[in-house]
């Protein structure tokens, strides 16, 4: 499992016009990033989970725990793209969406257990993701 995350101060996930998600904005949080291979199990969403809520990159060295900021959750299989060869990128490291989708919701649901509020996109969806990155500040955590 691979989530991409970026310190945000404002974040919304749209799908057909619609707001799915969203960290409102001047409301410091999280944006999440989910990509899941062929390996990742509800363990490795929970590890990833634990990590991501207490890792310490908002203002002051305070973690999402420390401020009970908001995460939005937002799958991403293209993180497992392969671009080594060519020019068309390889999917087969991705997880199917059978695989991935109950994995992405193990996610953003330990986090829910750990006290975050989460919102999340919508799995499968052709989502538009709008954020302001604050810092900037990206990092990828693998599991």
Known sequence: MRVLVQRVTAARVTVDGETVGRINPATQGLVALVGVTHTDTE????TLAD????????DEERSAADLDAPIL?????????DTRKGRRPSWSAAAPGPVAEPLVDAFA???????ATVA????????HVELVNDGPVTLMLEG
């Open 73 to 81: 959750v937002v799958s991403q299989f293209t993180l497992y793209a």
């Open 43 to 46: 363990t490795t969403a929970k």
């Open 120 to 127: 999340t996109g919508r799995f499968g969806a052709h989502m």
């Open 51 to 58: 990590k991501l809520w207490r890792l310490r990159i908002l």
């Open 109 to 115: 649901q330990a986090l829910r257990e750990l006290g």
